[in-house]
């Protein structure tokens, strides 16, 4: 008879631990539920307009357009070593 009411607290605090479990995981799930949803919201507004610093985007990059601080006095583009992407003219 002993061992069944020990066997009975046991089961009770067993499904007390697996309700407490349960009620955890649902508040995890429904927290990272609303935080993925902020952080793709976050993700495509930064995607949109990069912070003022950052430089340029890499669809910026891609399209040719080369941000003001790496075009020379001359106005032309130049590269990422300061060279100017116009073959030299020789001087035969």
Do not use: I, W
Request: net charge negative.
């Amino acid at each position: 008879m002993q061992q069944a009411a020990r066997d009975f607290e046991n089961l009770a605090a067993v499904q007390k631990l697996f309700d407490d479990l349960t009620a955890a995981d649902a508040a995890v799930r429904d927290f990272l539920t609303h935080y993925t949803a902020y952080l793709r919201a976050h993700v495509n507004k930064l995607s949109e307009s990069p912070p003022p610093g950052l430089g340029p985007s890499r669809c910026q990059r891609r399209s040719g357009s080369t941000p003001s601080s790496t075009r020379d006095l001359s106005g032309s583009s130049a590269t990422s070593t300061g060279l100017s992407e116009e073959p030299p003219v020789s001087e035969s």
